[in-house]
Nanobody, 117 residues
Framework: QVQLVESGGGLVQAGGSLRLSCAASGSIFGINSMGWYRQAPGKQRELVADITNYGITNYADSVKGRFTISRDNAKNTVYLQMNSLKPEDTAVYYC???????????WGQGTQVTVSS
């Protein structure tokens, strides 16, 4: 079992920044990835960025150059630094942990990010 605790969401003006954090605990050993997804009202959940425990990253085209994902493996925590935020970034952001061998996923509760015009 894997437990995920998210923090860092909030309300910011366009052009501002936020840093999301997700701490994982439990059975977190082995080859895995941690990532951030988001879901806006009326839209499908989409990948924002993810990173493996050996450092391979992947970003959605819409956030490249603005968002940065990173991991602190000693703390079992993944971060999403979000800069130059746009109203289109408004969504609930979810942390995900995935065991890349077993293929099973665990999700956090989600944290609201709202960007005002």
């Amino acid at each position: 079992q894997v437990q995920l605790v998210e923090s860092g969401g909030g309300l910011v003006q366009a052009g501002g920044s936020l840093r999301l954090s997700c701490a994982a605990s439990g059975s977190i050993f082995g080859i895995n990835s941690m990532g951030w997804y988001r879901q806006a009202p009326g839209k499908q959940r989409e990948l924002v960025a993810d990173i493996t425990n050996y450092g391979i990253t992947n970003y959605a085209d819409s956030v490249k150059g603005r968002f940065t994902i990173s991991r602190d493996n000693a703390k079992n925590t993944v971060y999403l630094q979000m800069n130059s935020l746009k109203p289109e970034d408004t969504a609930v952001y979810y942390c995900k942990w995935r065991n890349l061998v077993r293929g099973n996923d665990y999700w956090g509760q989600g944290t609201q990010v709202t960007v005002s015009s």
